[in-house]
């Protein structure tokens, strides 16, 4: 698998693929970096897009070209920021369009509504560090050490940042009828 | 270890049970090709800057001139560079010694000549005109 760095020279030089290859790995977690910032789908997912494109426009900027996750994640914060500021009082519909393409059942639609309305107002209670790092790692799967690098922060501060987002998000889902027994905690 | 770090240790893995919740902000779960199709729209309005990058990455004549030029320029200047060492040593060796005019009027001619005229001329009958008349 070729490396960021390998990645990031040849997008350097117009190379589709390589470029392509680096959306593919970094999208989803621009996505949630975006949304622990934004709190909105909609500006979640213009704030990640926007950033590959600035991304692009600067790549010459990217001096490690083997540390660009990081580098990204660095624009996604601000663009998402950003986007904040220009569309506070904009109104957005916060359910993923591709989630309303489904026809769930109405039970369902009410769980999720219920779990998503709990969560995200747990979540957004959370300062804007222990957001993005729970959900880069609960939600990404990334290791504390990615995190750690990709972030810029010292490995027991991620680990700290993440212990305190999960306690106040059990909690929260506690209160969910129905949601997993969260007294018993299952740590794979 | 400060006092958190053992309840911290305790949680290094991932929580699956708090992963499945969080997926409620997963775009994709409701809709599999959600993350194909952000590809496809990155990709899409990234063309024009990676077409861009492709030109200026493509080599133009004056590109292949000038990566000539910088080979070719050093080298023929070294090369000059010693040719003109070369030259100078050698005509160092081969100065023309100083040579004074009288020796210049004297330095072809063979140091017999002038004995050879008086042989010559020992062997000519010599007839005074007096012997004549």
Redesign the interface.
Known sequence: MLTDGDLVRRARRGDEHAFGALVERYQRPAYAVALSVTGRHEDAEDAAQEAFLVALDRLEECRSPDRFGGWLMTIVRNRSKNLVRREALRETDEVPPGARSRIPTPDRVAETSELRGLLKEALMSLPEMQRQIVLLHDLEGWKHREIADRLDLPCGTVRSHLHFARRVLRTALQQVPGAPDFSMRAVR | MNR??D?????????????????????????P???LR??S???G???K?????????QPTVGDVVLSWARAVVPTALVTALLAGVLLIRESALNAPIPVGVEELLVSEIEGETIPMMLEAEEALVVTFASEIF
């Open positions: 958190y770090d309840e911290i240790t305790d949680e290094l893995g991932r929580d699956m049970e708090l992963a499945e919740a969080l997926c409620v902000f997963d775009p994709a779960q409701g809709d090709n959600y993350w952000f590809r729209w990155v990709l309005a990234a063309a800057e990676l077409s861009r990058r492709r030109l200026m990455a």
